[in-house]
């Protein structure tokens, strides 16, 4: 998708992260993401090491369109390709104030 825009967006930050926001990579080309998704019963590494499917949802694509239409509203439907899914770390969690960085 060519972008629209020629800097980076970033909406209202949303509880564990940043919002859907807007990155534009050196061909031009725009990604939208990450939205949070919080994971449960994760007490330690032990507890999620090799237990999860990293594909991405296609059916999740559908929860982006409300929020990329906040600053983009012109975003048509079926627009969306998926790109990828990771676990990002965090020290704090949901309803928590944002922690991203401790020094001992």
């Given at each position: 998708?060519?972008?629209?825009?020629?800097?980076?967006?970033?909406?209202?930050?949303?509880?564990?992260?940043?919002?859907?926001?807007?990155?534009?990579?050196?061909?031009?080309?725009?990604?939208?993401?990450?939205?949070?998704?919080?994971?449960?019963?994760?007490?330690?590494?032990?507890?999620?090491?090799?237990?999860?499917?990293?594909?991405?949802?296609?059916?999740?694509a559908e929860r982006f369109y409300p929020e990329i239409r906040k600053y983009y509203p012109n975003l048509?439907?079926?627009?969306?390709?998926?790109?990828?899914?990771?676990?990002?770390?965090?020290?704090?969690?949901?309803?928590?104030?944002?922690?991203?960085?401790?020094?001992?």
């Open positions: 998708m060519k972008a629209p825009f020629k800097h980076l967006i970033y909406p209202i930050p949303e509880d564990g992260g940043l919002g859907v926001h807007v990155t534009l990579d050196l061909d031009g080309q725009i990604k939208f993401g990450p939205d949070v998704e919080w994971m449960k019963n994760v007490d330690d590494i032990s507890s999620f090491l090799n237990k999860f499917d990293y594909s991405v949802c296609a059916k999740c048509k439907d079926d627009s969306l390709e998926s790109g990828y899914a990771v676990i990002r770390p965090k020290l704090s969690g949901a309803q928590q104030s944002a922690s991203d960085f401790v020094i001992q």
